[in-house]
């Protein structure tokens, strides 16, 4: 009988040490999810749901339009998503009675990936006709079905740089980073969002740390001005695209001076290649000595994607 106890026991141990091992796991899975969710060049993806709209469809027929949109990058991680879609390619005669089935502001909840949520939000939205038809009795009419999104959308970037407030000091000390005689560069990746910062050089005076920062739009679509919001995407002109407000602090100065300054009244604006530039100088910090801390730059803006696909609408009464 106690040698059966023991074996029970024993299998109960291996049954415990098996779920923490588990459970272990999980945890380091959650802390590389964590490490990893602000990275990829997109904001929302869109796709068609299959047959919604179909390849043909008959003069006469009620249409369907369905698309699955996904928020893959790292914004928002609040419930304060804020875009719309819009659909247009068509001729208006020959859609009667068309509407978004609950109208076209993609929902609040449509958040970014984060370590709680690393697949990001979805949502599906339908738009309805009520008859589609050929223009002037036609054989057939094909349409090229755009859909867009607008959305606001925010990049942080957030490098680790060297501030050595004294970098050409004749004191031969151990540093723990150094910063060359003609400044340093740090190259970086992507953010998790459509507009990343790629570049970061760092220069130091006498007085002052200055910061020389580019950044580009790395996705497929356009960059809008943040406060453009009901006349995106069909009313835009060109003082209202390649606009993106700018913020940059450090630790001990939140509040540096910029050129451009990067607010509303001065954005940074992109270029024919989709970049921009923003220097910023910094106060010395109070230490002498060398550290590595966090520069953080925060990007806001809008940003236009769109989706197409080409229909034929077949005339079979004619």
């Known amino acids: 009988m106690r040698k059966i106890h023991l074996i029970a026991l024993l299998i109960i141990s291996v049954f415990i040490l098996a779920s923490c091992?588990?459970?272990?796991?999980?945890?380091?899975?959650?802390?590389?999810?964590?490490?990893?969710?602000?990275?990829?060049t997109k904001g929302l993806e869109m796709e068609f749901v299959r047959n919604a709209p179909p390849d043909r469809i008959y003069s006469g027929d009620d249409l369907d339009i369905i698309i699955d949109v996904?928020?893959?990058g790292a914004y928002p991680t609040t419930d304060s998503f804020d875009g719309k879609l819009e659909?247009?390619?068509?001729?208006?005669?020959?859609?009667?009675?068309?509407?978004?089935?609950?109208?076209?502001?993609?929902?609040?909840?449509?958040?970014?990936?984060?370590q709680f949520a690393p697949q990001g939000g979805r949502q599906s939205k339908q738009?309805?006709?009520?008859?589609?038809?050929?223009?002037?009795?036609?054989?057939?009419?094909?349409?090229?079905?755009?859909?867009a999104?607008?959305?606001?959308?925010?990049?942080?970037?957030?490098?680790?740089?060297?501030i050595d407030p004294e970098p050409f000091s004749v004191f031969d000390e151990e540093k723990v980073c150094t910063i060359d005689r003609n400044g340093e560069t740090y190259t970086l990746t992507s953010q998790g969002a459509p507009v990343a910062v790629t570049r970061v050089t760092e220069e130091i005076s006498s007085n002052n740390i200055h910061f020389s920062i580019e950044i580009k739009n790395v996705?497929?679509?356009?960059?809008?001005?943040?406060?453009?919001?009901?006349?995106?995407?069909?009313?835009?002109?060109?003082?209202?695209?390649?606009?993106?407000?700018v913020s940059a602090k450090l630790p001990w100065d939140s509040s540096p001076n910029c050129q451009p300054r990067g607010d509303h009244r001065d954005p940074v604006r992109l270029d024919e290649s989709g970049r921009g530039h923003i220097f910023c100088t910094f106060r010395k910090p109070d230490s002498k000595s060398a550290f590595e801390t966090v520069l953080q730059v925060q990007l806001d803006y809008r940003y236009l994607d769109s989706i197409e696909k080409k229909i034929e609408i077949t005339n079979i009464n004619r």
């Open 219 to 245: 996705g497929n679509g356009k960059v809008v001005d943040e406060n453009i919001r009901n006349d995106c995407p069909l009313n835009l002109d060109f003082n209202d695209i390649d606009k993106v407000l």
């Open 21 to 40: 091992a588990s459970s272990s796991n999980n945890r380091e899975g959650e802390r590389i999810s964590a490490k990893d969710y602000r990275k990829g």
């Open 70 to 72: 996904k928020n893959v």
């Open 87 to 114: 659909i247009y390619g068509y001729d208006d005669k020959a859609f009667s009675g068309e509407r978004w089935d609950g109208g076209p502001l993609l929902t609040p909840e449509l958040q970014g990936r984060s």
């Open 127 to 147: 738009f309805h006709v009520n008859r589609v038809s050929t223009l002037f009795n036609s054989e057939f009419y094909e349409p090229r079905i755009i859909v």
């Open 149 to 162: 999104a607008c959305y606001k959308y925010r990049t942080i970037a957030e490098p680790l740089v060297c």
